[in-house]
C-alpha cells in the first residue's frame, strides 16, 4: 500500500502535465494543478513513504544565528522489504530525471511557462531524494560508528591488531 502512495502523487503530476492540454487549453490551471501535486509528492514521500519504504524521515530547520540545521532519523533498517527500498530509490531517481528532461524540452522549445513548473517539479524532487541520501548516508555512518564502538568493546588488544583495527579510534564516526 505505501508503494501505491509514492507512485500516485508523482503519476498524476506527469500524467496532468503531458494530457491536461488534450482537454483544456487553461494551461494556468494545469500548472496549478501539477505544482499542488508535485507539492504533495514531497510532503507524502518526505513524511511518509520514505519512512515506511525506507525508514528514513529528514528535515531541516533554520537555528536561532540563521544556519540550517540537517535532522535525520532512522528505523531498524532488518524489518524493511527490499523491493519496496529499491521501488522507493528508484522511483525518486527517476521522477528527478523526468522533470529534468521535461524541463530541457521546454527550454529547446522556448517554452518558459512549461520550464518554471518543470523547475518547481524537478527542484521539489530532487531535493527530496538529497534529503534522503543525507539521511541514508548518515544512517550507515551511524552504523559503522556503533559496530566499531561494540567491536572495539568486546575485542582484546590482541583481537584487534590481528584483524587490524588498532589505532583505528573514530574513523567509523566521521
Not at 544512517?139 to 561494540?150: P, R, V
Not at 588488544?157 to 589505532?167: A, E, L, T
Request: hydrophobic share 45%; net charge positive.
Amino acid at each position: 500500500m505505501p508503494c501505491l502512495f509514492h507512485f500516485l502523487f508523482k503519476a498524476m503530476a506527469i500524467v496532468f502535465y503531458i494530457f491536461f492540454g488534450l482537454f483544456s487549453s487553461d494551461k494556468t490551471l494545469c500548472y496549478i494543478i501539477v505544482i499542488t501535486l508535485s507539492a504533495l509528492d514531497f510532503w507524502t514521500v518526505k513524511n511518509v513513504t520514505g519512512r515506511l519504504l525506507v525508514g528514513l524521515r529528514w528535515w531541516s530547520r533554520v537555528k536561532d544565528d540563521g544556519k540550517e540545521e540537517w535532522i535525520f532519523e532512522s528505523l531498524d533498517q532488518r524489518n524493511l522489504n527490499k523491493i519496496d527500498t529499491r521501488v522507493f530509490w528508484t522511483s525518486q531517481y527517476l521522477m528527478g530525471g523526468i522533470w529534468v528532461v521535461f524541463a530541457v524540452v521546454s527550454v529547446l522549445t522556448i517554452n518558459i511557462s512549461n520550464l518554471t513548473v518543470c523547475v518547481i517539479g524537478a527542484v521539489l524532487s530532487i531535493t527530496n531524494t538529497l534529503g534522503y541520501i543525507k539521511c541514508d548516508k548518515n544512517h550507515q555512518n551511524k552504523m559503522g560508528s556503533y559496530l566499531m564502538n561494540k567491536a572495539k568493546n568486546n575485542l582484546s588488544s590482541d583481537q584487534m591488531i590481528r584483524i587490524g583495527m588498532y589505532g583505528m579510534g573514530n574513523r567509523g564516526a566521521s
